[in-house]
């Protein structure tokens, strides 16, 4: 009867005295990072499918975006038959100002100034000569302009010869409404440096020089 | 032959079983302490880049605004690293010809994108979202330290779960007003607390329970 019996029977003594094979088996199992480096392209992660390297792909010159149809052509372009526009393309409320001088602050008071006399730490340092927009010229610019400019950036001189760009494009890193709520934002800077007292309700001017 | 072990090897014998065991115990926990500490995870370790641009100069000597070149910090779940077209806006004219901005020339000229070195790294489990940190008035110095202080930048924070927990669970405590996020030298005021409580409710900052939910963070 003795055969009908494993030999290998699983007593306590016997656990105590092989369990820690087991233990050694754990060491077998090198630590696997697949969850924590997943087989997926995230943003800027190289990939070796693509010739050039990269995963993030540029956009394929035509590509239009869900949504991103440019139907309004005075919102994208700011023109009017080929003339800058003087009037917005939206209402001009308070919220709309506060966005402008908010994305004014971050964009263009770099090299423009706060204020807009073109007086900066970066124009000081870099040694250029960014424009005031307390000049006549562009106190007398139509609204259009500035989101022209904001939109196609500045060419020095001619561009085929000797010109360069003084003023990179914008683009395609401030949206259309906010190039729009800069500029309505220029115009309230322009209008605030230029101002006299008539500009002040009679009942606020008690406050002026406090 | 005689005895070649004495009668009380029998305790020594008995009392290394045990010394084996707190031996692998250790070994555990060095091994836990070791990968968990700033020296395995680089922090406070400045990574060099392959250009060497100061966020200490531009940011913090210059004042240009953190979105100026991380644009999409506030839209997107990811902070952009700036486009070579962002660096050559400036210095297409200023610092031209000198030698540190040639790779940034090289790389405008041939379309070809610096390779910069990544900084802080979060695991493909977990899903981490810039913009709606940021608009909910998580200012970047709560996670990335004084950048406008750093030449090179470093982590100054390992990223742990329960460092990300932490503000999950007490929103209020961390908290600033909205205009107040991309201001590197912002102090916390004495009344935070009170402050935070009322900003959490203001800007509908989740209940720490919904906060906290697992698939918040894994998803």
Redesign the interface.
């Known amino acids: 009867m003795q055969a009908l019996h494993s030999r290998w029977r699983l007593s306590p003594a016997r656990l105590l005295r092989y369990g820690w094979v087991g233990f050694l088996a754990l060491l077998l199992a090198a630590c696997h990072q697949d969850m924590y480096n997943q087989p997926k392209v995230q943003t800027y992660d190289p990939s070796t499918f693509f010739a050039d390297g990269r995963g993030s792909r540029p956009n394929v010159p035509g590509t239009v975006a869900v949504g991103a149809a440019q139907t309004d052509t005075y919102l994208y372009t700011g023109l009017i038959n080929g003339v800058e526009g003087d009037v917005m393309p939206f209402e001009v409320t308070r919220a709309v100002l506060e966005r402008g001088q908010q994305q004014y602050n971050i964009w263009c008071a770099v090299c423009h100034g706060e204020a807009g006399y073109g007086l900066s730490a970066v124009a000081q340092r870099g040694g250029i000569v960014p424009a005031s927009f307390h000049q006549q010229r562009l106190r007398d610019a139509p609204i259009g302009h500035f989101f022209v400019i904001i939109t196609n950036g500045v060419y020095r001189g001619d561009p085929e010869k000797d010109g360069y760009q003084s003023m990179y494009s914008y683009a395609s890193r401030i949206s259309a409404e906010d190039r729009w709520a800069i500029a309505a934002y220029i115009r309230a800077l322009q209008l605030s440096q230029n101002a006299t007292l008539e500009d002040v309700p009679p009942e606020q001017r008690a406050n002026l020089g406090q | 032959m005689g005895q070649i072990f004495p009668r009380n090897a029998n305790r020594l014998a008995w009392l290394s079983v045990f010394a084996g065991l707190l031996l692998v115990a250790e070994l555990v926990l060095i091994l836990a302490v070791y990968f968990r500490s700033n020296y395995f995870r680089q922090i406070n370790v400045a990574i060099e880049q392959p250009v060497a641009f100061s966020h200490q100069l531009h940011n913090g000597?210059?004042?240009?605004?953190c979105?100026?070149c991380h644009?999409s910090v506030n839209q997107s779940y990811?902070a952009?690293?700036p486009?070579t077209?962002?660096c050559?806006?400036?210095h297409?004219?200023?610092?031209t010809y000198s030698p540190k901005i040639a790779p940034v020339l090289e790389s405008y000229a041939t379309g070809?994108?610096i390779e910069w070195n990544k900084v802080h790294r979060v695991?493909?489990?977990v899903y981490f979202n810039h913009a709606i940190h940021v608009n909910k008035g998580v200012g970047c110095s709560t996670c990335h330290g004084q950048v406008n202080e750093m030449p090179v930048v470093w982590q100054q924070q390992a990223m742990f779960m329960g460092w990300c927990l932490n503000c999950h669970r007490n929103p209020e405590q961390y908290v600033r007003p909205r205009d107040e996020v991309y201001n590197m030298e912002y102090v916390a005021p004495a009344n935070q607390v009170a402050l935070g409580r009322q900003l959490v409710a203001e800007y509908g900052i989740m209940p720490p329970d919904q906060l906290t939910n697992c698939w918040v963070c894994h998803r």
């Not at chain 2, 000597?61 to 605004?65: K, T, W």
């Not at chain 2, 297409?92 to 610092?95: C, L, M, P």
């Open positions: 000597v210059l004042g240009i605004d979105r100026y644009v990811f952009n690293i486009a077209e962002t050559m806006t400036c297409s004219q200023i610092k070809k994108p695991p493909d489990f």
